[in-house]
């Protein structure tokens, strides 16, 4: 008896050990919590490098420091998943290129994989930005792109099974209910937020492992502890835009950085990408002695798929501030920078803001005036524009490059 419990005391202590690090990491992963950064700057978060624990998957380091399978096997190329070696250096790609995309609200990029929450300003000294990995639809089953807004929240969900989900497990060997009920067989975990757009959630899961891959019906699925932290915090009727952005460019203190995902696609169709749009925005801020230069770097960078940000050059003409207020007045758009800059000169006689700024949508050269406090200030600039130059201009709110409001003709 005595040799037995010898023998299995050091087996108890590790098992305990293991459990209390599996403990441990629940509580810990919080989702990462930033403030928002000065306005011109894109970029948070630091990129952090720790050491592989004896018997640690890549897994088990990724839900530690709340990252998804896919953010961590993406900047470790040359490790193991499953079989990390002990003392292995991992690299933790914790630092993140803001989507393009108004900074309000839920922000979920499909291609990374990540959902960015901005909650409504409190009147703390900084406005903050907190991001979460998730997990997204299954090949035939894509998560779509749009526009939502949060209509319930709901702690312990009942999921009833879509007809169209029974059908293909039962086709798989795999019947389910019609009905499941709250507990730890629910695939929806304990929190759900459901979208107004139909049939589609935000919700837990009971399979953690499938954060950072693509094993949903469509839904968007986050670790238990991250659902339970955005469930307490957002709100009924929240903005939630899907997008898919493999491809992310941004600013930090006068740089510019590129971030890259492996883009999504369902088999058979081309994979979505942003990076022409990338690339031609890059062409219209460098000059033409780098250009090809600078071309060749972003194509090499972006072929890499790590998803950490890399150096690619100083900003010559700024990208557009998707966090801006007010009315914007455009008076011209321009692939050739050269071009941007006579324009803007040309608009010296206003004696206003004038700037050059370039879309990533597009990758033109937008030269612009503003921003003004209203929409009626705008009108007033743009009709004294045509007036003196026959120039014809637009207006639009600032952040919201495709709701244009007037022209002159």
């Not at 250096?89 to 900074?103: K, Q």
């Not at 879509?162 to 019947?175: L, T, V």
């Not at 207020?325 to 006579?342: C, I, K, S, T, Y």
């Given at each position: 008896?005595?040799?037995?419990?010898?023998?299995?005391?050091?087996?108890?202590?590790?098992?305990?050990?293991?459990?209390?690090?599996?403990?441990?990491?629940?509580?810990?992963?919080?989702?990462?919590?930033?403030?928002?950064?000065?306005?011109?700057?894109?970029?948070?978060?630091?990129?952090?490098?720790?050491?592989?624990?004896?018997?640690?998957?890549?897994?088990?380091?990724?839900?530690?420091?709340?990252?998804?399978?896919?953010?961590?096997?993406?900047?470790?190329?040359d490790v193991d998943p499953w079989l990390?070696?002990?003392?292995?250096?991992?690299?933790?790609?914790?630092?993140?290129?803001?989507?393009?995309?108004?900074?309000?609200?839920?922000?979920?990029?499909?291609?990374?994989?990540?959902?960015?929450?901005?909650?409504?300003?409190?009147?703390?000294?900084?406005?903050?930005?907190?991001?979460?990995?998730?997990?997204?639809?299954?090949?035939?089953?894509?998560?779509?792109?749009?526009?939502?807004?949060?209509?319930?929240?709901?702690?312990?969900?009942?999921?009833?099974?879509?007809?169209?989900?029974?059908?293909?497990?039962?086709?798989?060997?795999?019947?389910?209910?019609?009905?499941?009920?709250?507990?730890?067989?629910?695939?929806?975990?304990?929190?759900?937020?459901?979208?107004?757009?139909?049939?589609?959630?935000?919700?837990?899961?009971?399979?953690?492992?499938?954060?950072?891959?693509?094993?949903?019906?469509?839904?968007?699925?986050?670790?238990?502890?991250?659902?339970?932290?955005?469930?307490?915090?957002?709100?009924?009727g929240t903005q939630v835009s899907i997008?898919?952005?493999?491809?992310?460019?941004?600013?930090?203190?006068?740089?510019?950085?590129?971030?890259?995902?492996?883009?999504?696609?369902?088999?058979?169709?081309?994979?979505?990408?942003?990076?022409?749009?990338?690339?031609?925005?890059?062409?219209a801020m460098t000059e033409s002695a780098?250009?090809?230069?600078?071309?060749?770097?972003?194509?090499?960078?972006?072929?890499?798929?790590?998803?950490?940000?890399?150096?690619?050059?100083?900003?010559?003409?700024?990208?557009?501030?998707?966090?801006?207020?007010?009315?914007?007045?455009?008076?011209?758009?321009?692939?050739?920078?050269?071009?941007?800059?006579?324009?803007?000169?040309?608009?010296?006689?206003?004696?206003?803001?004038?700037?050059?700024?370039?879309?990533?949508?597009?990758?033109?050269?937008?030269?612009?005036?503003?921003?003004?406090?209203?929409?009626?200030?705008?009108?007033?600039?743009?009709?004294?524009?045509?007036?003196?130059?026959?120039?014809?201009?637009?207006?639009?709110?600032?952040?919201?490059?495709?709701?244009?409001?007037?022209?002159?003709?």
């Open positions: 008896m005595t040799r037995i419990s010898k023998f299995f005391q050091p087996t108890v202590m590790a098992v305990i050990v293991v459990l209390i690090a599996q403990v441990f990491v629940v509580m810990t992963a919080r989702g990462a919590e930033f403030p928002v950064p000065a306005p011109g700057n894109d970029i948070v978060g630091d990129v952090l490098v720790v050491s592989a624990r004896e018997g640690e998957t890549l897994l088990d380091i990724a839900r530690a420091h709340d990252l998804g399978y896919n953010e961590i096997v993406a900047a470790n190329p990390p070696d002990t003392g292995a250096a991992i690299t933790i790609p914790t630092r993140y290129v803001l989507p393009n995309a108004p900074r309000s609200g839920i922000v979920i990029n499909i291609a990374e994989m990540r959902l960015y929450y901005y909650p409504p300003p409190t009147g703390s000294l900084h406005d903050i930005v907190m991001t979460f990995p998730i997990g997204i639809g299954q090949e035939g089953w894509a998560t779509p792109e749009g526009e939502a807004r949060i209509i319930v929240k709901k702690e312990n969900p009942v999921w009833t099974v879509p007809k169209s989900i029974r059908e293909a497990s039962a086709a798989q060997g795999e019947p389910l209910p019609k009905v499941v009920l709250p507990g730890p067989d629910n695939p929806l975990g304990k929190y759900a937020l459901r979208l107004d757009m139909v049939g589609y959630l935000i919700h837990g899961t009971n399979k953690p492992f499938g954060i950072g891959r693509r094993i949903s019906h469509g839904c968007i699925r986050m670790y238990p502890e991250d659902i339970e932290v955005l469930f307490r915090r957002v709100e009924l997008i898919n952005q493999p491809y992310k460019l941004g600013k930090e203190n006068g740089a510019l950085y590129l971030e890259s995902h492996e883009p999504v696609f369902e088999t058979g169709e081309p994979a979505r990408s942003n990076l022409p749009e990338i690339i031609h925005a890059l062409s780098r250009r090809e230069q600078i071309k060749e770097k972003a194509m090499t960078d972006a072929s890499r798929h790590e998803g950490i940000p890399h150096y690619i050059n100083e900003v010559r003409i700024e990208l557009e501030d998707e966090s801006g207020e007010g009315w914007m007045l455009q008076v011209g758009a321009f692939a050739n920078a050269d071009n941007a800059m006579r324009i803007a000169d040309a608009m010296n006689w206003l004696e206003m803001p004038v700037s050059i700024k370039v879309r990533l949508d597009d990758g033109y050269c937008h030269v612009l005036i503003g921003p003004f406090p209203g929409e009626e200030q705008a009108n007033d600039v743009l009709r004294r524009v045509f007036r003196q130059d026959g120039i014809k201009g637009l207006i639009y709110p600032a952040g919201r490059h495709g709701m244009l409001t007037s022209c002159v003709s």
